[in-house]
């Protein structure tokens, strides 16, 4: 599948984002690619979907968290 190998690419992609378009560039990325495996997984309803979709979330959640100026570690 493409899309878990384009998932698995943002997943393991350097995080480092030093300006405020590239953060909300990756955050929208990763907002797109989990509605995607969403969509995939609600078909076929495999646990490695809902766990690389899982870790996808916890990547966007600690870039939005950096967008909205809120410590890193809260």
């Known amino acids: ?10 997943e393991t992609r350097k995080m480092r984002f030093p300006t405020t ?7 929208r990325e990763a907002k797109s690619l989990i509605l995607s495996l969403n969509e995939v997984y609600k078909e076929n309803k495999d646990s490695e979907i809902m766990d690389i979709m899982k870790r996808l979330t916890v990547i966007k959640q600690r870039i939005e968290r950096r967008l909205k100026g809120k410590p890193l570690t809260a």
């Open 1 to 10: 599948m493409d899309l878990i190998s384009k998932a698995l690419e943002f």
């Open 21 to 27: 378009s590239d953060r909300v560039l990756a955050a």
